[in-house]
């Protein structure tokens, strides 16, 4: 039964959170793939207004939900969601509900101007594990993304400190005359993505397969005398000053 109390003029790309419904219902047929008739029969009341559904469709990323084309808005039961996903939610952070997944892709449920928490997935083959970038973007103002890229530029000539480092740093004032705060910090990844040159920084080097190295066995006859003796050219290049051996086969 779903009790949220639907109005037109909700976008058409938008996914609503809904505390107050018990099932997952979409109206937008591009968000949804395999639609079909289902076995069972949902029957909605939303206020005053009966619906029967008989179609259900594939959400990608997520499961099955109901398909209704007459309704007004594509709604996620948030009791469902935290069924098959981590959910989050701080109201001091400002940062709306976090559905996170084992792959670490979120989704950013914003609250609308009505109320109503939602998230903008403009692009259709976007689904409820990833964001687009014109969605995050258009989640925050400009001055926030504007601060977003302080936060970044500050961060990679410091360092590029761990965030919870970061915080500690603005708050004790330990960067002088520093223009950004600890709520610029925290969104600064939801809106710009992690910090590549932290990551590559950070990232230890994994172990690389062992080389086979085949036999000239499996190698054309032809091939065999024509280059069975093989003559290389080899020098030694230096890159910054580190040494490197070239070599350069002839006639191959």
Same mark, same amino acid.
């Given at each position: 039964?779903?009790?949220?109390?639907?109005?037109?003029?909700?976008?058409?790309?938008?996914?609503?959170?809904?505390?107050?419904?018990? /099932?997952?219902?979409?109206?937008? +047929?591009?968000?949804l793939t395999n639609i079909g008739d289902s076995k069972r029969t949902l029957i909605l009341f939303c206020n005053t207004r009966k619906a029967i559904i008989t179609q259900k469709g594939d959400l990608k990323g997520y499961d099955s939900v109901w398909y209704y084309p007459q309704g007004n808005a594509n709604i996620l039961s948030l009791r469902n969601v935290e069924e098959k996903h981590k959910v989050t939610y701080d109201s001091s952070m400002?940062?709306?509900?976090?559905? !996170?997944?084992?792959?670490?892709?979120?989704?950013?449920?914003?609250?609308?101007?009505?109320?109503? *928490?939602?998230?903008?997935?403009?692009?259709?083959?976007? !689904?409820?594990?990833?964001?687009?970038?014109?969605?995050?973007?258009?989640? *925050?103002?400009?001055?926030? *993304?504007?601060?977003? !890229?302080? /936060?970044?530029?500050?961060?990679?000539?410091?360092?590029?400190?761990?965030? +919870?480092?970061?915080?500690? *740093? /603005?708050?004790?004032?330990?960067?002088?005359?520093?223009?950004?705060? +600890?709520?610029?910090?925290?969104?600064?990844?939801?809106?710009?993505?992690?910090?590549?040159?932290?990551?590559?920084?950070?990232?230890?080097?994994?172990?690389?397969?062992?080389?086979?190295?085949?036999?000239?066995?499996?190698?054309?006859?032809?091939?065999?005398?024509? !280059?069975?003796?093989?003559?290389?050219?080899?020098?030694?290049?230096?890159?910054? +000053?580190?040494?490197?051996?070239?070599?350069?086969?002839?006639?191959?």
């Open positions: 039964m779903c009790s949220l109390q639907v109005k037109a003029g909700i976008p058409v790309s938008w996914i609503l959170l809904d505390s107050q419904s018990t /099932v997952d219902v979409f109206s937008n +047929k591009k968000l400002k940062t709306g509900f976090m559905v !996170h997944k084992a792959d670490g892709n979120n989704l950013v449920f914003m609250p609308s101007k009505r109320g109503l *928490y939602f998230s903008d997935v403009t692009n259709y083959t976007a !689904h409820v594990v990833t964001n687009t970038a014109d969605s995050i973007k258009n989640k *925050y103002t400009v001055k926030e *993304y504007a601060n977003a !890229h302080k /936060v970044r530029y500050i961060q990679d000539i410091i360092g590029r400190p761990a965030t +919870k480092d970061y915080i500690e *740093y /603005v708050e004790k004032g330990l960067i002088p005359i520093c223009p950004v705060t +600890k709520q610029d910090i925290l969104r600064v990844k939801d809106m710009l993505g992690p910090n590549l040159g932290s990551v590559k920084g950070k990232t230890t080097r994994k172990t690389p397969e062992r080389v086979t190295i085949n036999t000239l066995d499996n190698l054309p006859n032809g091939m065999l005398e024509a !280059h069975g003796n093989v003559t290389l050219a080899t020098d030694i290049m230096y890159i910054n +000053k580190i040494p490197f051996i070239i070599t350069l086969s002839r006639a191959i």
